[in-house]
């Protein structure tokens, strides 16, 4: 089983009912997991906290879209770099070249993937 | 029966634009066959991690886990109603039409059905509903489904886009013909997306921002069904400061 303690992650997920389920799993793994509900509170929190050890961030948001939101990390140099997987329902050719070409680690389909996996997605990127 | 017939994007009927390149038109297809396969993904992707959850996660008692399959349930309920919905467009398109089921209905019945259906939308954004504890039985004659397909498309975009917003919800008896007025204080529908309002998978750019996922066939449908019916629907609204929806169905 992963070992994320002393990890930090921030889930950005609109879909209340997947942000728990997937914090929960997280939990088990000791992992210590923020949420945040639309791309906006995602932007305010990652600039309010230290550097997370890993985002995870879905596409379609409320307010601002998951690809802004990484524009605005890049764009500030205190949290750049941060490692992000996306995880989305989309999943397109252009969605993910775009989601590489903006920086990010793994590019996941949360409906073709199990719990279970996606905990060993982020174990690979936060070893 | 093949994909451009399902969505009805064969032809340049009821506002869908056909463009001269075959390309262009097999994309416009692409966008919204995409939307909509992710519009069935997201809740078929809470199914199975609710269902995942409880078979692997750890034992969080029973009636945790019974909260959790019955979320799971919901979401299974709501990518069925979204095939419906998409059928119910098709047969709508396809050349025969579709066979309404006609009987006597009470407009109240089913007013009240949608309501306690949207219960969890109209809690989930606090919205203040105004609507009469008694409503004056409203016969009209019509296929019960297709109405109910019609208006809660209706109810359910005054819910959506008015959080923590007021919906006035309104059913009278004019001349021949009942009248619904719905009536909320929400974002609103911009001049331009107005124009384009009946066109099948049309969105507001304001709606998406509030709620990127929703994609259904919209006011195409609710239009059309209304339309079967001998009734007229007419929509007034400005951006930000909210909608008026009135319905007229000819009572029997």
Known sequence: MADFTNKRILLVEDDNFLSELLSKKLMESKANVM???????????????????LILLDLMLPKVGGFEVMEAINADPKIAGTPIIILSNLGQKNDVEKGVSLGAKKFLVKAILSLDEIVDAVAEIIK | MNLFSIFGLGGNSHGVRKTES??????????????????????????????????????????????????????IISAIN??????????????????????????????????????????????KLEYGDKCNPTIIFGDREMLDLSLTNLFDNAFRYSPKGNVFVALTREGGMAKLVIKDDGIGIDKEDMS??????????????????????????????????????????????????????PID
Request: glycine residues 8%; contains cysteine.
């Open chain 2, 22 to 75: 075959s390309g262009k038109e097999e994309h416009f297809t692409d966008t919204y066959i995409l939307a909509l396969v992710h519009k069935l993904r997201t809740p078929l992707n809470a199914a199975r991690w609710a269902l995942d959850s409880v078979i692997h996660g750890d034992d969080t008692g029973k009636e945790a886990q019974r909260e959790i399959l019955n979320e799971g349930y919901n979401k």
């Open chain 2, 196 to 249: 384009h309002l009946y066109e099948k998978f049309h969105r507001g750019k304001n709606a998406k921002v509030v709620d990127p996922n929703e994609n259904g066939v919209g006011l195409y449908a609710t239009k059309k069904i209304i339309e079967m019916h001998g009734g007229k629907i007419e929509v007034d609204s400005e951006l930000n400061k909210g909608t008026t929806v009135e319905v007229d169905l």
């Open chain 1, 35 to 53: 949420r945040a509900a639309d791309g906006e509170e995602a932007i305010t929190m990652v600039k309010a906290n230290p550097k997370f050890d």
């Open chain 2, 82 to 127: 979204t095939v419906n919905e998409i059928l119910k467009a098709a047969e709508m398109d396809s050349k025969d039409g579709v066979d309404l089921k006609k009987e006597k209905l009470n407009l109240c019945d089913i007013v009240d059905d949608i309501l306690k259906t949207l219960g969890y939308l109209i809690k989930r954004n606090e919205i």
